[in-house]
């Protein structure tokens, strides 16, 4: 999981919950319109490839951390299924400082059974990851495919363990 804790220092401010850094740091919890979607961004849930992290899980896990929800917009199990915890253009809450301006998709694993750091997606979540990228891409045909890790000044992870850009298909 990500390992930001809160209290978070944000724009020189102390956000001690995900409201308060939605609606005193960033501003609301829309973004300003279709446009200002700038990245559609990949990440992985860091968890044992042999281990289940099921929604509620993950749920629980990011209500510890303060946020009122699951930060990411869409999630993907390893089966494939898919479920949307934010709206479009609701502010998400998944990597600070592109929350106002990115959707966040999180596949489950992304580590080995020992912790490594691994691409651990299953051939249903290859397949949905694409289907829903292509979806994304027609509705915010502006915005850019990116892994967590790869964006300038994002956390310094391995998120989402796997080379997006060499993907080549989004």
Do not use: W
């Amino acid at each position: 999981m990500i390992d930001e804790q809160f209290p978070i220092v944000a724009g020189g401010e102390t956000a001690f919950f995900e409201t308060q850094l939605l609606s005193s740091v960033e501003g609301g919890t829309l973004m300003a319109g279709p446009d200002s979607v700038r990245f559609l961004v990949v990440h992985c849930s860091a968890t044992r490839c042999d281990r289940p992290y099921p929604v509620e899980r993950l749920l629980a896990d990011h209500r510890a951390r303060g946020f009122r929800t699951i930060g990411y917009h869409f999630y993907i199990r390893r089966d494939g299924t898919l479920t949307q915890h934010r709206q479009l253009l609701e502010v998400g809450a998944h990597a600070r400082p592109y929350n106002r301006c990115s959707i966040g998709i999180c596949y489950e694993g992304g580590l080995d059974p020992l912790g490594r750091p691994a691409d651990t997606r299953t051939t249903a979540q290859r397949e949905r990851l694409r289907e829903l990228l292509g979806l994304l891409r027609r509705l915010f045909p502006q915005a850019v495919v990116a892994g967590h890790r790869d964006l300038p000044g994002a956390s310094p992870k391995a998120c989402p363990c796997f080379d997006v850009g060499a993907e080549g298909i989004f």
